[in-house]
């Protein structure tokens, strides 16, 4: 009998674990793949942990803003890609492909990301004038400094592509 | 087309006498050979894709689904085969026709139980360029999307096994089989390979528009207005009257390949692409549809809610659902300060509805190289 409770309350706990994982909303994340020495999942608390740097550019409502976030080359150097003293010979053919959820992509020179090549930052930011980016923005956006359009400003970043162009 | 009434009226005229029934019997087995039998020749060789320059070569072929004249035939044949269903009644072509460039007018479709879809049949054009398909995007390629259809109990409700095995004993099947794979066996995945092969080759690229891109089609000016509110985004404080519609429908192909909100409920009965992801910021998510022969795919969105295209600008232009998962190119785009929606006005819905005429292909719904190659064979 007592066997027999043990069980039921095993069961009604782990019914209850179950109940309370599926309540909590899934987190978006950013993968990062391609050719890299280590293909990296990183999520929004993972961010925390890389040095954090700001950007101010225009939106599209014509004002500046200022987005935090990490400097995209140091997310992709953790994943060993060929920045720094790698970005040389047919290195200098690969790129970045950025995708985001809602199938929009574009594409980045790596030697556009790297230090040694430009002071201009390209980040992967989480929140812009201090609050998190709204949820059609967000959680992740590139932005680009000094870029006069838009365009490659990416919202709701999914997956960061390295690929050699062929 | 024409042959069914044939026999239908020479059933009447003679199902009386002995003789008239074997003289139908006789009849009716060469009818049915031409259904087989159609052609005397099957082209082989390489299939040439021809398309304009300004859609691109962003094609999307598996490197083990080459296109061939013999396999886009054997394709066609399939897609158009009724034997590939639970009951032998349903093809993809009974909710894909070309008439209505491959939708079937419906808001859901039954399948072999007469189950309805839970969501619209959508229209199969320039699929070469398509990387995502469904409405929530879960199929990375033509052939994994046919064997879904297939094998769905609510569509055509047959594993590809059985549909396998029931053409394996058909000869003039299994010799096709031969000429394009090289033996006769006839697979599940055989046969999705084939359909998908027929299915790159619905390429319309002859609508108004595209002469228009050529320069050999010159638009009406209530046309030309609805393009330029088409292509632009409402500037009210600069006066700039647009729709924008082109930030999601845009290019020569009419089609983007994007996933959006497009604010037709605040809280959707179908989460979309959030059932897929577990994702909030996908609540509501859909694929952005062609506009390509928009004025003959009605009716409209995932789950058929607008039959006119006239609803769907009012929606657009006054009735957008403000959510935390509304596109943010449809968040406050306005062409009244501060609105919430497009607000045109109603000759601007007139003149944008005209430019969504401009996308109709006639030559693509009427090309007989993707029509029903058993009725083509009855009408020689």
């Not at chain 1, 095993?10 to 019914?15: I, R, T």
């Not at chain 2, 000016?221 to 845009?250: D, S, T, V, Y």
């Not at chain 2, 039959?307 to 009244?336: C, M, P, W």
């Amino acid at each position: 009998m007592k066997k027999i409770t043990l069980v039921i309350v095993a069961v009604f706990l782990s019914l209850a674990s179950l109940s309370g994982k599926a309540q909590t909303p899934k987190q978006a994340t950013i993968k990062i793949t391609g050719e890299v020495t280590t293909p990296l999942t990183i999520t929004e608390a993972d961010l925390q942990t890389y040095k954090q740097t700001t950007v101010i550019r225009k939106d599209r409502d014509g004002k500046d803003h200022t987005y935090a976030g990490v400097m995209l080359s140091d997310l992709l150097l953790k994943a060993g890609t060929t920045l720094g003293p790698d970005l040389k010979g047919e290195n200098l053919t690969k790129y970045l492909l950025v995708s985001a959820s809602d199938g929009y992509e574009v594409v980045f020179a790596l030697a556009e990301l790297d230090k040694a090549y430009t002071d201009r930052a390209i980040i992967l930011a989480n929140q812009v004038d201090g609050k998190p980016l709204l949820p059609a923005d967000g959680p992740f956006r590139i932005i680009v400094q000094d870029e006069k359009r838009p365009a490659r400003c990416i919202k709701q970043v999914v997956s960061l592509k390295i690929a050699f162009a062929k | 087309m024409k042959a069914k009434p044939h026999i239908l009226n020479f059933f009447r005229c003679t199902f009386t006498g002995k003789a008239g029934v074997s003289l139908f019997l006789l009849l009716a087995v060469v009818a049915l050979s031409a259904f087989t039998y159609y052609q005397d020749t099957v082209p082989t060789g390489a299939f040439q894709l021809v398309y304009p320059a300004n859609f691109g070569n962003r094609v999307n072929t598996p490197a083990d689904n080459v296109t061939t004249k013999q396999g886009v035939y054997l394709g066609r044949l399939l897609f158009y085969e009724t034997r590939l269903s639970a009951n032998n009644t349903l093809s993809c072509s009974s909710c894909h026709q070309q008439q209505k460039a491959f939708t079937d007018g419906r808001a859901l479709s039954p399948g072999v139980d007469k189950v309805l879809s839970t969501r619209n049949s959508m229209s199969l054009v320039n699929l070469l360029w398509a990387r995502k398909f469904f409405w929530d995007g879960r199929a990375a390629s033509l052939e994994e999307q046919a064997a879904m259809p297939l094998s769905n109990p609510h569509e055509m409700g047959q594993s590809l096994n059985v549909s396998a095995q029931k053409l394996n004993g058909i000869k003039s099947y299994t010799q096709l089989f031969r000429l394009v794979y090289g033996d006769t066996l006839v697979t599940g995945d055989r046969i999705v390979k084939a359909i998908a092969q027929f299915e790159r080759t619905l390429i319309s690229a002859n609508s108004p528009y595209d002469r228009y891109l050529k320069g050999t089609y010159r638009p009406i000016p209530q046309e030309l207005k609805g393009m330029a509110l088409f292509n632009q985004a409402p500037q009210p404080e600069k006066g700039i009257r647009g729709a924008n519609c082109a930030h999601c429908h845009g290019g020569a192909k009419n089609y983007m390949e994007l996933f959006h909100n497009n604010g037709l409920d605040s809280i959707p009965k179908d989460a979309g692409i959030e059932t897929i992801t577990g994702l909030v910021q996908d609540r509501g998510r859909f694929k952005v549809p062609t506009l390509r022969n928009i004025a003959l795919t009605g009716p409209y969105m995932h789950d058929g809610r607008f039959k006119t295209l006239d609803e769907v600008v009012d929606h657009y232009s006054n009735h957008i659902r403000q959510s935390a998962s509304l596109s943010s190119f449809l968040q406050g785009e306005s062409n009244e300060p501060g609105g919430r929606s497009l607000k045109l006005l109603p000759a601007e819905k007139k003149e944008l509805i005209a430019f969504l005429n401009m996308l109709t292909d006639s030559t693509f719904i009427n090309n007989p190289q993707f029509a029903d190659p058993r009725l083509s064979a009855l009408n020689k």
